[in-house]
Nanobody, 120 residues
Framework: QVHLVDSGGGLVQPGGSLKLSCVAS????????MGWYRQAPGKQRELVAD???????SYADSVKGRFTISRDNAEKTAYLQMDYLRPEDTATYYC??????????????WGQGTQVTVSS
């Protein structure tokens, strides 16, 4: 069992920045992939970015060049640095982990979510 706690959300003006954190506990030995999804009201949950233990990353096209995912394996933490935020980035952001890429996409463990609101 893996327990994820995500944090760092808040209210920010367009063009601003936020940094989300996701701390893992429990059976962390099996964690290979960590990532972030987001869900806006009335929309489906979508993958934002992911990273494996080796540091390989991928991003949704909508956030490329603006968001950066990273992780500290020793601290069992993943981060999502969000710059140049836009109103359309407003959503609840969820951390997720998986033991493999397929486990990450198909099953995995979820954090409780942190709200990001981009508004002037």
């Amino acid at each position: 069992q893996v327990h994820l706690v995500d944090s760092g959300g808040g209210l920010v003006q367009p063009g601003g920045s936020l940094k989300l954190s996701c701390v893992a506990s429990g059976n962390i030995v099996g964690i290979n992939v960590m990532g972030w999804y987001r869900q806006a009201p009335g929309k489906q949950r979508e993958l934002v970015a992911d990273i494996n233990k080796s540091g390989d990353t991928s991003y949704a096209d909508s956030v490329k060049g603006r968001f950066t995912i990273s992780r500290d394996n020793a601290e069992k933490t993943a981060y999502l640095q969000m710059d140049y935020l836009r109103p359309e980035d407003t959503a609840t952001y969820y951390c997720k982990s998986g033991s493999t890429w397929s486990a990450f996409y198909e099953r995995g463990y979820w954090g409780q979510g942190t709200q990001v609101t981009v508004s002037s």
